[in-house]
């Protein structure tokens, strides 16, 4: 999944994004050099426009939400 968040946003030509932890400090950091998991602390990304954001919880999931959700389409549906 990393992969096709890092491919996206290259496509968007978004150059950083911001990354908020759970219990460590926030940053702004290059988009090539981010890793979308969860080390321990839940994590929050998205960039300046707000347009879209990716949150890694504690129970290993990965939501996205905004403009980014599209990557979502390829998922098939759980009733």
Known sequence: MTSKINSFLS?????RI???REFDES???????VDFSYNGAEGYWFDKSMDWIVYCSHEQTV????IIAALLNDFPEIS
């Open 11 to 15: 496509d968007l030509q978004i150059p």
């Open 18 to 20: 911001l990354e908020l």
């Open 27 to 33: 940053f702004e950091i290059d988009t090539e050099a």
């Open 63 to 66: 939501t996205m939400g905004g």
